[in-house]
């Protein structure tokens, strides 16, 4: 078919700092890469998982528009996963020359448009579509072809499209960020999504474009969440997504692989699937660290405890991180996440093994990564300061879609209450600037304070489940630092709330005195912070079977439960765990 006559205003504005900034975390990047690694914490051996795909002939080319923010290193991983050469654009000439160009826009809307206006790609990006090129556009790549958007703004985009990018309306009990595997609404003749057979992809998002008279000619298809909106665009050869098909598992990979081989035609009927709304999320966690012969292992531990309780007291290991992520990933986890929990005290970005478990790790694993552990301000033994933006910005070309930061939030939101005053500079802030508060996670670590008054403190307190071992029937939760071994004055009710001002995205709420001890998810402060704040909550600590998925999805408004432990002693398999949420009509991805 051929493609209507398109329409374009691309727009033109100075460099602001915000792309500046952005600019120069990914100069920083390859200077980190350039400085010398021999003098890491600890050693780590490393083999790189065998890649199954079949190399494509040397004229399969790929030409990638990375701009500098963000992770795309999936992307690329995908692209070479189904056999094709990436070719990265330099100039606006290389995109004007491209065969198939995909555009896989990370962060925010203003900061991209800066660059592309600054690099003379915009005009260029214009000109290959009006000409019904081979195109595809990913997540803000599909954003950045409407006329303007509201975050930070309003902001011109490219104009190809008519419509406004405007953030989703939290008033109605939707949580923002859209986070999370949820369902399409599929057109007739939406050609890159015909084999995915009603199954969930992958969201993340703040901003959204809505269905109109006047774009209804380019939606392929739509999605529920509050409101129907925009999640595929079609025009000829043009194709643009709102969700992430190199984070959407082999049906994610399903639709890349139309887009690179248009001529090719499926062999087997898709996999039928259920979906009807945003699923609940079952996330792996792996704690990471050295253990005491310098081997990088998973491991987990006894309320923060992660030594064998034997003569030689050793670190207990349970694996090794980059083959557990991706036996979690076959057997169905919708996250993975790294939680490095000794490595990055000193001098984070010296932790060379831990961004290598990242880069193999994304090599073949198509779903979301998340990294935490020292993401903050630090300078090193030579007096250079680094950013918590720089450190970021290096785990996030590494591999990492969401970062999580723990103790460093809870220094952010003890001034930010103290003063009422958003300085701009935390690393909570920094990092929501630049990359959308999407790829922000906060870990929140508190413990229960048992108390027979509720108004003894001047902490929100709840009144309790159990009662506590003398009989007390409220308890406040105090948050923890540095690995739960330093308790701040502050309560995990006040510091979510603090966070979420701040430009958190979602929040992985902890419960040190239910670690590891498998009686399920601690519902009393689980329902608290998820009733509290309007972004996604991941219940996190205690899970011991599959019932405790069911109770914390049912009695509370979490969107994610987490569990490492009964993962990682096959305990009880993920599979097993999504089954039961299925049986129990709670809706998950398959």
């Known amino acids: 078919m051929e493609a209507p006559p398109f329409s374009s205003s691309c727009s033109s504005s100075p460099l602001s700092s915000t792309a500046r900034l952005l600019s120069s975390s990914s100069s920083s990047s390859l200077l980190f890469r350039r400085n010398s690694f021999s003098k890491t914490h600890y050693s780590a051996k490393f083999k790189s998982p065998r890649n199954l795909s079949v ?43 491209a065969d198939r160009l995909v555009f896989p826009g990370v962060g925010a809307f203003a900061a991209a448009m800066d660059v592309l206006n ?7 990006l214009c000109s290959y579509i009006e000409k019904d090129r081979p195109f595809l556009g990913i997540c803000l790549g599909l954003q950045l072809l409407f006329e303007s958007s509201e975050e930070n703004g309003p902001v011109n985009g490219l104009g190809l499209i008519p419509g406004v990018v405007g953030r989703f309306d939290s008033s109605n009990g ?29 969201f993340v998002h703040s901003y959204r474009a809505m269905p109109s008279d006047d774009n209804k000619e380019w939606i392929s298809s739509t999605c529920n969440y509050g409101d129907n909106f925009i999640a595929s665009i079609r025009r000829g050869n043009v194709h643009a997504v709102q969700f992430h098909p190199e984070k959407s598992g082999d049906v994610g990979l399903s639709i890349l692989r139309r887009f690179l081989y248009p001529k090719s035609t499926t062999t087997k009927k898709p996999t039928e699937g259920k979906a009807s709304k945003l699923a609940k999320r079952v996330i792996a966690c792996l704690d990471v660290r050295a253990n005491d012969k310098g081997d990088l292992v998973v491991t987990k531990g006894d309320q923060y405890d992660v030594r064998e309780h034997t003569e030689e007291n050793e670190v207990r ?49 198509f779903v979301p990564l998340t990294v935490g552990g020292g993401i903050r301000d630090f300078t090193d033994a030579n007096g250079r300061h680094y950013t918590s933006l720089e450190v970021a910005s290096e785990y996030f070309r590494s591999g990492a879609d969401k970062i999580s930061i723990g103790s460093d939030a809870v220094y952010a939101a003890e001034e930010y209450l103290r003063t009422g005053v958003k300085t701009g500079k935390t690393s909570l802030e920094q990092i ?23 108004n003894d403190v001047e902490f929100k307190a709840v009144k309790l489940k159990n009662p506590g071992p003398n009989g007390e029937e409220y308890a406040w939760y105090q948050c923890t630092v540095n690995g739960g071994r330093e308790g701040r004055p502050i309560g995990a009710y006040e510091l979510a709330k603090a966070v979420e001002e701040l430009g958190a995205g979602e929040i992985l709420l902890n419960c040190i005195d239910c670690d590891g001890q498998g009686k399920g998810f601690d519902i009393d402060l689980i329902k608290l912070i998820s009733d509290a704040v309007s972004i996604p909550v991941i219940a996190s600590s205690g899970a ?18 987490l569990a490492a432990g009964i993962f990682h002693r096959k305990e009880v398999p993920v599979q097993s765990v999504k089954e039961h949420l299925l049986q129990e009509g709670i809706e998950v991805r398959i």
């Not at 600054?118 to 260029?124: H, S, W, Y």
């Not at 999370?180 to 009603?198: C, Q, T, V, Y």
């Open 55 to 97: 190399r494509a002939s040397g004229d399969s080319v790929v030409t990638l528009l990375d701009y500098g923010a963000g992770n795309v290193r999936s992307v690329r991983n995908a692209i070479r996963y189904l056999g094709f050469d990436i070719k990265d654009v330099q100039t606006p000439e290389d995109i004007l020359k």
């Open 118 to 124: 600054k690099n003379g790609m915009a005009e260029a």
């Open 174 to 202: 939707f949580r923002v960020p859209h986070i999370g595997w949820n369902a399409l609404h599929i057109k007739d003749n939406s050609e890159i999504l015909d084999d995915i057979g009603n199954r969930h992809v992958y």
């Open 317 to 365: 290991n349970l694996g090794k991180p980059v083959e557990l992520a991706g036996q979690y990933y076959i057997d169905g986890a919708d996250e993975v996440s790294f939680l490095n929990i000794t490595g990055f005290r000193d001098f984070p970005l010296g932790d060379l093994p831990m961004l290598q478990v990242l880069r193999y790790t994304s090599e073949n694993v």
């Open 432 to 454: 929501s600037r630049v990359y959308g508060n999407q790829a922000v996670v906060v870990s929140i670590d508190p413990r229960r304070v048992y108390l027979k008054n509720p």
């Open 544 to 561: 011991g079977a599959v019932e405790h998925f069911t109770e914390v999805f049912t009695k509370t408004n979490a969107s994610a439960a």
